[in-house]
């Protein structure tokens, strides 16, 4: 549970609509689950081969980020590959033997089965200058960016769990606004308990320096969304939450850790980068539906961060996903839910167990950059 810190497509817009690689289209309805399937493959062969120019500054509601679309710069730790002689931190053995030990795994089912629900977590909202203004006003004494006016899209509202997470992304001003425990609008005023901005762009931005979630990173961040899971490909790193972590943090995390593992536990740092040590060969040998196979290469090419923990008790590595709501909020159908649904699942869909030992632990100076 967060505790936050005291401190344009070349693609043309038919293509990726046909195969259901943008926005609200990205479930291709009607589609069969063996269908979808068929589909993904070649979805990813043509956004492979055409590439995808980011029209950063044209999205709005029902004008959705299409599937290839990721924020931030290539120099974000986000956009980072890992190279294949990647440094692997000295305590890489110790934190996955803790998971092991603790019984840490990746969403599972009943079976182990790694799964993802069709409701998400983290609404993205995008505004536009014709949205009413907002002043946002910081309560308790968690950081805060006072003085914050935002434009807001009618209809936005918080995450409906109790970290009420909500990100405002405006694109005329290139920034980011990122809210913990933030209130619907009332009267012109939303109160949150820890906010601030950070830059986003066409190619710029690292996700570096929010406040809206425990590593002090950007809530868009590493989600995965529904779009990029129907087209079976994810270019970007991961975010993970924990059951609980070391006290201290590690880049691009900064602070401290809360939620920590009992005794002085050998668990992850908030900032920790997993990478899934599996090849293209090995992956496809689990067996794992398309979609699966999708998030299990991000996690090996780009990794996973650790950015919260969940409530107590809790031993899920839950990774993190945009909510529907960021869609169902202006009345237009999920992503994830048509995703979801499309796939056969009823509430969720599962895979294959996602083998928590086959996971490293990979030193900051990597994506960092320096060494």
């Known amino acids: 549970m967060t505790r936050a810190r005291l401190t344009g497509m070349a693609v043309p817009l038919v293509i990726c609509m046909a195969l259901g690689l943008a926005g609200s289209s990205a479930a291709l309805p009607g589609v069969r689950p063996a269908a979808a399937a068929r589909h993904a493959p070649r979805a990813q062969r043509i956004t ?12 709005g509601v029902g004008r959705w980020p299409p599937a290839c679309w990721r924020p ?3 120099r974000s730790p986000f956009n ?53 203004v907002v002043t946002v006003r910081c309560t308790g004494s968690y950081s ?35 809210f913990w425990r933030a209130s619907g609008p009332e009267h012109g005023v939303i109160t949150v308990s820890a906010g601030n901005s950070i830059p986003i762009g066409a190619g710029i931005g690292t996700g570096i320096g929010a406040v809206g979630e425990a590593a002090n990173l950007g809530l868009v ?52 980068l997993l990478q899934l040590a599996m090849s293209k060969t090995q992956i496809a040998a689990t067996h794992a539906p398309f979609w699966q196979r999708a998030v299990m290469t991000a ?25 529907d709501l960021s869609f169902t909020a202006f009345g237009y159908p999920g992503p994830l839910s048509r995703f979801v649904g499309a796939m056969g699942g009823d509430g969720s869909v599962a895979g294959v167990p996602i083998p928590v030992s086959r996971l490293r632990v990979i030193m900051p100076c990597v994506p960092r950059r320096t060494c």
């Open 48 to 59: 492979a081969k055409l590439g995808c120019t980011q029209l950063f500054g044209s999205f």
């Open 72 to 74: 931030y710069g290539s």
């Open 80 to 132: 980072t590959p890992i190279p294949s002689d990647a440094r692997v931190s000295p305590e890489s053995d110790a934190i996955v033997s803790y998971f092991a030990t603790h019984h840490w795994a990746f969403s599972p089912d009943r079976h182990g089965n790694f799964t993802i629900d069709d409701r998400g977590s983290r609404p993205v909202y995008w505004s536009n200058r014709n949205d009413p």
């Open 144 to 178: 805060c960016e006072h003085n914050m006016r935002v434009h807001v899209p009618p209809g936005a509202r918080p995450e409906q769990q109790s970290d009420a997470h909500m990100t405002i992304i405006d694109q005329a001003l290139g920034r980011e606004y990122d």
């Open 221 to 272: 961040g590493g989600l995965i969304r529904g779009a990029e899971l129907m087209r079976g490909r994810i270019d970007h790193a991961l975010v993970t939450t924990v059951a609980c972590v070391q006290a201290r943090d590690v880049w691009p995390a900064s602070g401290h850790g809360d939620a920590l593992c009992p005794g002085g536990g050998s668990g992850p740092h908030f900032g920790s």
């Open 299 to 323: 996690m090996a090419r780009y990794g996973v961060y650790v950015v919260d923990t969940n409530a107590p008790g809790d031993t899920e590595l839950s990774l993190i996903s945009e909510d």
